[in-house]
Structure formats: structure tokens, C-alpha cells
């Protein structure tokens, strides 16, 4: 069981010291604007609306004129019309898309918290198996859990909600080097004895 050890935990070194670069990269980086932003100027106002309530208001309101202007007409007329009204299609359009990504951000910030906790509850129980001589399940459960923490810590990438996008980077970080410190804990209790005893050297 010694090389599996040293080996699964070089390799979940590896992975979350890399992670956590990669969240820092994109806590620095990742709501970088594009320069094509200002050909589109509703995405852009959406983007900058803090409170989602009003996005939703806005989002009614644009609706509710098209579907007025819609009401009775046939598919060729609907046709004209978004021609005609193209920017409150747009502006419609946008709304829709910044409040979807931000509902979304919302929920993948709760799963994250909620995933991590069990994450962090399959190690604590691993770790006591292993330490009451269950050490394959209590491995198999360990490993569980940081693959767990692997998965739902990885950063995410900006397409919108930048409050929330921002909120959920900073929670994947702080998530990323807590799984590296309780790695290092879990190997000290863990830990294989990697000394080579007396009677070991007797016995080569």
C-alpha cells in the first residue's frame, strides 16, 4: 500500500497546486471585457446592472412590448416587426441571458459549498477507518472525497454575472487550498512509514 500512498499523493499535489493557480489566474484575469463589447452596448448595460431585481423589471417590461407588438400578427409580420424593433429584441435578448447566467452562477455557488462539505465529510470518514485499521475502504472513502473536492473547486469560466462569478471564484479558491492543507494533514495521519528498520536491513 506504501507506493499507492506516495503515489496518490504526489499526484493530488499536483492537481490542486495547479488548480489553485489557475484560480488565481482567473480571480486576476477572468472578467477581462472584450473589445468587441461595445457592439453590444444592451449586453454590456446588463452586465453592469448589480441588483438582478431590476434586470427582471427591465426583462418584463421588454417582453411585455414585444408580445404586444406580436399579438395577432402571423409569421412574416413578427418577422418584420423584430426588424423594425431591433434594439428592444436585443435589449430582450441580453436581459435574458444575464439574468440565465446569473441564476446559474447562483446554483453552482451552492453546489459547491454543499459537494465540499460532503467532500470534507467522506475524508474525516475515511481517515477514521483507516486509523481503525479499515484501510482499504478508508482509503477508497479518502480518495472519494478529494476527487469530490477536485472536481468542484476547478475554476470556472466568465460568461456573465460578474458578481457572482467573481463570489464563486473567490469560494473555489479559499475550497482549493483548503483541500491542499487538509491533503497534508490527512498524509501526516495517514502516512505510510517510509524508514527502513533494522531488522528490514538485516533481512536485504
Known sequence: M???????????????????????????????????????????????????????????????????????????????????????????????????????????????????????ALIILGTVLYRSRAMWPGLSIVISGFAIFEYWVSPSFFSGASAEFHALLVSKTVLTVTALVALYVVWRIMRPDTRITHDETKAS
Open 2 to 120: 506504501k507506493p499507492l500512498q506516495i503515489t496518490l499523493f504526489i499526484i493530488a499535489n499536483v492537481i490542486f497546486i495547479t488548480q489553485g493557480g489557475r484560480d488565481v489566474h482567473e480571480l486576476i484575469w477572468g472578467t477581462e471585457t472584450s473589445i468587441l463589447d461595445q457592439f453590444s452596448p444592451e449586453k454590456v448595460k446588463a452586465q453592469s446592472e448589480k441588483k438582478t431585481e431590476v434586470l427582471v423589471d427591465e426583462f418584463r417590461n421588454a417582453n411585455d412590448q414585444i408580445l404586444a407588438l406580436e399579438k395577432g400578427k402571423g409569421w412574416q409580420e413578427m418577422q418584420n416587426i423584430s426588424q423594425e424593433h431591433q434594439d428592444l429584441y436585443q435589449k430582450r435578448d441580453a436581459l435574458r441571458s444575464e439574468i440565465s447566467e446569473r441564476e446559474s452562477k447562483a446554483r453552482e455557488f451552492r453546489d459547491v459549498w454543499i459537494f465540499t462539505a460532503y467532500g470534507v
